[in-house]
């Protein structure tokens, strides 16, 4: 399919990606979805997701891309795997340059591209994600039930996410590098008059440690001092970045954090330009609302390539 025309094309295959894919699929639109890696995105590092509508008993996050793609599948879904490098949006035909060399155009596009939580860099993340390293509390916090959690981060996301988790956990340590919150006062007010949230200052996380799962974390405060903390889980909760190192950010008027700002109906600054799901300016990010916006991002496309003839 490299170096082809379509009339559409969805760059990610997240849920966004294969909700747009499957909505353009049965269209019988003239579509293309393109996916660097596997398709599911961030929803496949989610060991289980309870809150998806539709799963009763919940389902694996591997499971849920299993099915959405192969719902998409049933209806002929036209996929491809390439890195996108670069793309040109500033002719009424968009273009899309791949790594190897390869170039793609299409009429419409849905930027599906997604985003990554912001890590902590720290040893033993990476080696204990999905084993008591989480980023998603309102994915993840049934499964703390009588346990002992941490918190990392200091505004509105990682605080409210705190007192989510005290529904389930017996205590939650929240640790923030400064000596405040970031959060609003509203939000503040709530955690701290919460019995079940206890309060580190001025204090990072080193290093997480543990064989099956996560069984402690070292701590650094400001004054050189360090320390451990036994816990059964921790979130880190401190913002995500955009997957956007191909878009010209300039053109689609990227907010400062290097999202897309789009309308109710996903329409981007550039005509015929949606996005959809993680990539797109906005303060939820579930799985349930990025499905529900690569199908809005279907219909906004189709009708403007019906006043394109």
């Known amino acids: 399919m490299a170096n082809s025309h379509h009339k559409l094309i969805i760059l990610g295959g997240g849920p966004a990606g294969l909700t747009a894919g499957l909505y353009a699929a049965r269209a019988r639109m003239d579509h293309l979805l393109v996916e660097k890696g596997a398709e599911g995105g961030q929803v496949l590092l989610t060991d289980w997701i309870d809150n998806y509508p539709g799963f009763p008993d919940g389902i694996s996050g591997f499971d849920l891309a299993e099915k959405m793609l192969a719902q998409a599948r049933r209806f002929e879904l036209n996929s491809m795997f390439g890195n996108v490098t670069s793309l040109d949006l500033s002719e009424p035909v968009k273009r899309l340059q791949f790594e190897d060399g390869d170039t793609l155009s299409c009429d419409s596009l849905i930027i599906c591209s997604g985003a990554h939580p912001r890590p ?15 980023y998603c ?10 346990m002992h959690v941490a918190v990392v981060g ?9 007192s989510h988790l005290t529904k389930f956990a017996d205590k939650v340590t929240l640790i923030h590098r400064r000596d405040e919150l970031r959060a609003t006062k509203i939000v503040q007010e709530k955690a701290f008059a919460n019995s079940k949230i206890d309060f580190i200052w001025d204090t990072t996380v080193t ?8 069984e402690r974390i070292q701590l650094l405060n400001r004054n050189g001092e360090t320390s451990e903390l036994k816990v059964d889980g921790i979130f880190v909760l401190i913002g995500v970045l955009p997957n956007n190192e191909m878009l010209p950010l300039d053109i689609l008027k990227a907010d400062a954090g290097g999202f897309i700002p789009t309308d109710l109906e996903t329409r981007t600054a550039v005509p015929g330009v949606m996005a959809a799901g ?24 189709e009708q403007y390539l019906a006043n394109l003839s």
């Open 120 to 134: 902590l860099g720290v040893p033993g993340e990476v080696e204990l994600t999905g084993k008591g390293v989480s």
């Open 278 to 301: 993680d990539i797109r300016s906005k303060e939820v990010r579930q799985v349930v609302n990025a499905a529900g916006e690569g199908a809005t991002a279907v219909l906004a496309a």
């Open 154 to 162: 200091g505004g509105n996301t990682a605080v409210q996410e705190a």
């Open 137 to 146: 509390a309102t994915c993840d916090a049934p499964f703390y039930r009588n």
């Open 207 to 214: 290093e997480i440690k543990g064989t099956e799962g996560v």
